[in-house]
DNA sequence: AGAGATACCTGGGAGC
DNA sequence: TGCTCCCAGGTATCTC
């Protein structure tokens, strides 16, 4: 499922595949993924040309020339491809949108938890206010052992759902928030407020660590057909305990355990984390 | 107000 | 085999 790294490459590919390009015509085959698509139609959108593709948490701004923009978000089963749009639609692609050199921009999500809609964007470069709320980026100065420690007074609870928390810090999902954890050998049921500074800074430390090391493994993208798909990519196989209810931890050797958090799934080791 | 629960959606796997 | 049930995930929205 996509998270930061995974959106962090398709922005990276999107904006080399669509910058520049011109938008000819726009296909919309489903009524609604998270949000109505019908208004991609009603939107004026051929004539206007793509100026480039930012990245924001998990979101992905693909900017045009007139103070608008794509807003999209992979949600957990999201892939675009920018491609021939002769080849025949699959079951769960649900728009096109045709470029001046013959391909198109295709979305597809099965599960439709993906959003794909027109948003203002106040200037050139900047963010539109759909994105106001979200929280700092994980791989900026800004998120720092003592931003984290100061976020986490005051809250009672897990440090697991502080962390997934995309007010306070944007992109880390159920799968970076758990290898985050593990590598920082702090309990994901541990209460927030009782986190200690050097716990947040080896929170922080190894997050960015994490993610960058995913983005690594993610870089291998194809310029014209971009799978988002992150659980098929390469990061898959560094998985040290996510989704390893069971067997023993690399670390310690313990069974590593699983409970439930914010109604996700939380696999650690009883060993290694406290 | 903060935090936990729920709805959204589909495919795949388990169990009977 | 074919059915039912549960699970995965991020986010908006609800409820307490």
Request: aromatic letters at 6%.
């Amino acid at each position: 499922m996509p998270e930061l790294p995974e959106a962090e490459n398709i922005g990276r590919a999107l904006n080399r595949v669509l910058t520049g390009r011109r938008i000819t015509a726009v296909e919309v085959f489903t009524p609604a993924m998270r949000e109505p698509l019908l208004p991609l139609l009603e939107a004026g959108l051929p004539g206007h040309c793509f100026t480039g593709v930012r990245r924001r948490g998990r979101y992905l701004v693909a900017e045009l020339d007139d103070r608008r923009g794509l807003l999209m978000h992979f949600g957990m089963s999201g892939v675009v491809r920018v491609e021939d749009p002769a080849i025949p639609k699959r079951k769960h692609e649900h728009v096109f949108i045709h470029l001046d050199d013959g391909r198109a921009f295709r979305f597809e999500c099965t599960r439709r938890f993906s959003i794909l809609k027109v948003c203002r964007v106040p200037e050139p470069g900047a963010w539109p206010e759909e994105l106001a709320a979200l929280g700092v980026e994980p791989l900026t100065a800004a998120f720092s052992g003592e931003m984290f420690f100061a976020a986490s007074r005051g809250r009672r609870g897990c440090v697991k759902n502080l962390l997934m928390d995309n007010r306070v810090v944007v992109g880390i999902g159920n799968i970076y928030a758990t290898e985050t954890l593990f590598a920082a050998g702090v309990d994901p049921r541990r209460e927030a407020e009782t986190l200690l500074p050097e716990e947040c800074g080896r929170i922080v430390r190894e997050a960015r660590r994490i993610l960058r090391r995913a983005i690594e493994l993610g870089g291998s993208s194809i310029s014209d057909f971009l799978n988002v798909d992150g659980t098929e990519g390469k990061f898959a196989q560094e998985l040290r305990i996510y989704g390893r209810r069971g067997e023993r931890c690399p670390v310690c050797g313990k069974t590593i355990e699983m409970v439930r958090l914010g109604g996700r799934s939380s696999c650690y080791c009883p060993g290694c984390q406290r």
